[in-house]
């Protein structure tokens, strides 16, 4: 059964910088397409970035240049650099993979709290 689990969330100040991981088990992973969603409290699940199983990489419009998302094939990774953090980007992180022919994301992980205050 497929599994995700994150880590790296954190209590960081305004301007400040976090790294996201998420490792992947029970798939064919380097077939996956991934992806950071976020959902803070009392608002919709929000799309953050996706990388594609051969790496390429689109941004939510938000992310404005702070965010990078990569990927380590042999480590079954994914990743979510976060720079310049704001207040609004307090959120759970999760990380979310799909077969590359499927259009629905079908593996979430549980998510890793992001709190960005002063």
């Known amino acids: 059964q497929a599994q995700q689990v994150e880590s790296g969330g954190d209590l960081v100040q305004p301007g400040g910088s976090l790294n996201l991981s998420c490792t992947a088990s029970g798939m064919i992973f380097s077939d996956h397409v991934m992806a950071w969603f976020r959902q803070a409290p009392g608002k919709q699940r929000e799309w953050v970035a996706t990388i594609t199983n051969i790496g390429a990489t689109v941004y939510g419009k938000f992310v404005e240049g702070r965010f990078t998302i990569s990927r380590n094939n042999a480590q079954n990774t994914v990743y979510l650099e976060m720079n310049s953090l704001k207040p609004e980007d307090t959120a759970v992180y999760s990380c979310?993979?799909?077969?590359?022919?499927?259009?629905?994301?079908?593996?979430w992980g549980q998510g890793t709290q992001v709190t960005v205050s002063a």
């Open positions: 979310a993979g799909r077969y590359y022919t499927t259009p629905d994301y079908t593996y």
